[in-house]
């Protein structure tokens, strides 16, 4: 994954409290902004963690470990299908 769509990703977390605002009209109008920057970073993000792509590449890292240090230890997964 290139370098610029990791640091687009985590430069998201700024967007969203901008995001989130309700105070004012001005908050509502800059509304499109916020989604705009959203978008400019989750689009990359998305294409290049698909899964397609993730999948064979986390499965590839366990069948891995099992094989080589935990052979008869049980490897829990937690946040992938």
Request: hydrophobic fraction near 55%; include cysteine.
């Given at each position: 994954m290139p370098?610029?769509?990791?640091?687009?990703?985590?430069?998201?977390?700024d967007v969203f409290p901008g995001l989130m605002q309700t105070g004012s009209i001005y908050a509502y109008l800059s509304k499109?902004?916020?989604?705009s920057l959203l978008l400019r970073g989750m689009i990359p993000f998305m294409y290049y963690n698909r899964i397609g792509l993730s999948l064979p590449k986390?499965?590839?890292f366990f069948d891995d470990v099992r094989c080589n240090e935990g052979k008869d230890?049980?490897?829990?997964v937690?946040?992938?299908w």
């Open positions: 370098q610029v769509v990791i640091i687009s990703f985590i430069c998201l977390i499109p902004y916020y989604v986390v499965t590839k230890l049980p490897v829990g937690a946040g992938f």
